[in-house]
């Protein structure tokens, strides 16, 4: 997934990570600290045990950038990861800045939308 992601969406280097989006209620359970990290501020150490699960967001030195998602300040964001963990059973989605290759494309959602997504992914 890193390497697709990173290849023909972001089109920057492979070896560039993304960041996990993790309910903050099983921090530690996936990583090696148990804290509240909402802006992706903080680096901690992913579980070993846990690494094969989430390679896309696991950095070559076994740590990840986390966010921490609650439910009390962003709900929706919560529960589409609840949605995600309960089909899946990993706790988090990969998560990257509204940014290729150093140009933003924040903004209204119809031209995010078609910033992001390329044609033929449509």
């Known amino acids: 997934?890193?390497?697709?992601?990173?290849?023909?969406?972001?089109?920057?280097?492979s070896f560039r990570p993304f960041a996990p989006s993790v309910l903050d209620k099983d921090v530690g359970g996936w990583f090696e600290e148990d804290d509240a990290?909402?802006?992706?501020?903080?680096?901690?150490?992913?579980?070993?045990?846990?690494?094969?699960q989430i390679?896309?967001?696991?950095?070559?030195?076994?740590?990840?950038?986390?966010?921490?998602?609650?439910?009390?300040?962003n709900p929706r964001y919560y529960r589409l990861i609840e949605c995600f963990r309960d089909l899946t059973g990993v706790p988090m989605v990969l998560n990257t800045s509204l940014?290729?290759?150093s140009r933003w494309s924040a903004g209204p959602t119809r031209r995010s939308i078609a910033f992001w997504v390329p044609r033929w992914m449509r």
């Open 1 to 13: 997934m890193k390497a697709v992601l990173n290849a023909k969406i972001k089109r920057r280097e």
């Open 37 to 52: 990290v909402p802006f992706m501020m903080q680096v901690f150490q992913i579980r070993e045990e846990k690494r094969a």
């Open 55 to 73: 390679p896309a967001v696991t950095h070559v030195d076994g740590s990840g950038r986390l966010q921490t998602a609650c439910r009390h300040t």
């Open 99 to 101: 940014m290729r290759t």
